[in-house]
Each structure stands twice: as C-alpha cells, then as structure tokens.
C-alpha cells in the first residue's frame, strides 16, 4: 500500500474533460502545462486502490487511456472521488474558483453516487443469497 496524492486537472477551454493524476508528494504549483490548473486534491492512504476506483467510476468516459485524460465535468470528477466510503481519504484543496452551486452540485451527485452504490450492492446481496438457498435446497432434496 502506498501513499499519495490524486488530483483533478482541467482546461478552461475544455469544461467538458478532466485529468486524473496521482503524485507521491504535493504539487507545488497549482497552474500546469497548456492552460491547465489542478482543480482538486485529496490525499489516500492506498493512491493505487483511489486510483482504481475513479477510473471504475469514470470508465464510460474515458477518453484516452495514456493521458488519463476522461470527459466529465469537474463536479463530476470530484462527486466520484467523493463518493468512495471504501478508502480512507482526507481532502487537501478544492479550487476556490468553484462556486456555492458548484459545490452543492458535488454533495448532491455524491449523494446519488453513494445510494446508487449501496442499491447495486443489496441486488449482488440478494442475488448471492438466493443462489446460496437454491445450492442448499438442490443439495439436501438431493441426500433424501
């Protein structure tokens, strides 16, 4: 397991598309190459496994996998990383150019993303279960 930072870069000129990337030590400079500004970072205990699981998140927006570059909205980008109870994950910085509205956007699509989350887990619950009940049935008709 291996600490690190993971953090969201946007363009100005592309609203539509957000940078995923991991640091193992905090960025000095908020401003990247090409126009771009890191727009969010949080810190994990496990950077590989938060990795994973934006990219899980992400995955039907990916756009280029080299570049780790996915079209999502930055509100998006940040409700996914938000929305992961698994990993323990302590917040560092959030732009402040991000408004009242955008910030209660990201509570309430993190809120969605974790209902939607605890829903598909009691249906794979549920699912293991009944199979689970039908093996024990098929096996004890099949000993009398």
């Known amino acids: 397991?291996?600490?690190?930072?993971?953090?969201i870069i946007s363009n100005p000129e592309f609203p539509d598309r957000v940078k995923i990337m991991m640091w193992d030590e905090l960025p000095k400079s908020r401003t990247q190459e090409f126009g771009e500004a890191i727009r969010y970072i949080t810190k994990y205990n496990d950077i590989l496994a938060a990795k994973t699981h934006i990219?899980?998140?992400?995955?039907?927006?990916?756009?280029?996998?080299?570049?780790?570059?996915?079209?999502?909205?930055?509100?998006?980008?940040?409700?996914?990383?938000?929305?992961?109870?698994?990993?323990?994950?302590?917040?560092?910085?959030?732009d402040s150019e991000l408004n009242k509205e955008d910030l209660l956007s990201i509570e309430e699509l993190t809120l969605r993303n974790r209902q939607r989350k605890k829903r598909t887990d009691f249906i794979i619950q549920l699912v293991g279960f009944t199979a689970l009940a039908f093996l024990a049935l098929n096996f004890f008709t099949s000993i009398v």
Not at 1 to 7: E, K, R, S, T, V
Not at 78 to 89: M, T
């Open 55 to 94: 990219h899980n998140a992400l995955n039907n927006q990916l756009l280029d996998a080299d570049h780790n570059l996915y079209r999502a909205t930055i509100i998006k980008a940040i409700a996914a990383i938000e929305s992961n109870d698994d990993l323990r994950q302590e917040k560092i910085w959030v």
């Open 1 to 7: 397991m291996q600490a690190g930072f993971l953090g």
